[in-house]
């Protein structure tokens, strides 16, 4: 017995303390067990948000158009310019004949007229004249100049002109009458910026917004052949000696270029000839006869939505043009 527990007690210390001298000075390998690398979860990225769609543009005077197309089915739009008087329908003669030129919106024979298109839609595209549509109105600055204001409809696209140009006053002035209003800058269009040179106009079926990229007056001398070159009309002309030429390309290019030369304040933006363009004109205010060749042009195209009809996918200009 003795000498079993003098065994197990040997063992017990060669366990616990490695007391034998032949290992006394023994270097030891300690094995460690090999332990597994934390693995590293990266945090989650977070996702990029979709981008929203900007939404789908919807013009304001759909019941506006409804209202008058019920009363006259010949009601192809509306057109209303933010600071001043103009907010009306526009109208298309559909026996081709222009005539309210001399018709109110009612039908009714009026010497103030309507605002008009030269050409709707599909007689435009008929043409070959599609890509530059007409609205057009009296100037009436006679009945503006008695206070008549609601009848003016389009003399304050000479207000635009004026306060664009720096004028405090309207510039009509003839005979001994007179535009009596001082003229706004902070109300009227600020076409060096883009919501003052962006208008909302529907017609013929297309709602959008039109950007103004130029603008000008001609004076009561002025060849009779401008106004058929400016407004694409698509007819022969021999008594202003004008003869149409179809648009291509280089008519487009050639027709934008010349805009530009001859606008009276530079806007900063350059159209494309795949746009689809607007063109707004009325009397000037130095016109003083029936047949005086003075008229006031604003030139627009369509951004938003924008147009690929002809091949165009311009975008409102957002820049400020350079001084």
Known sequence: MKKFIALVMTAICLLAVGCSKQEENQVIDVIVPNTPEAVVTPAPTPETPAETPAPAYVSPYTEDIAAQKAKNDETVGWIKIQGTNINYPIMFDTTGKLGYYNMDSSKKKSELGSVY????????????????????????????????????????LHHIQSVNEGKTNCGYDEKGRTCPVTLDSGTLPNLMTPEG???????????????????????????????????????????????????????????????????????????????QFMTIYTCGDNHDSSDAQSRLYFFLRQVNPASTKFGGTAAATETTPAA
């Open 197 to 275: 040179r962006t208008w909302d106009i529907s017609v013929d079926g297309i709602d959008a917004q039109w950007e103004v990229w130029a603008f000008y007056e001609v004076k009561k001398n002025e060849p009779g052949s401008t106004l058929y070159y400016n407004t694409w009309w698509p007819y022969d002309n021999k008594d202003v000696k004008y003869t149409f030429k179809k648009p291509d390309t280089a008519f487009v290019q050639e027709w934008i270029n010349k805009q530009l030369e001859r606008s009276e304040v530079n806007l900063g933006i350059t159209p494309s000839t795949s746009d």
């Open 117 to 156: 298109m030269h050409f709707n839609v599909a007689s435009a595209d008929a043409a070959g004249v599609g890509q530059n549509l007409i609205v057009t109105a009296h100037n009436n600055r006679v009945a503006y100049s008695k206070g008549n204001y609601e009848n003016g409809f389009f003399h304050e």
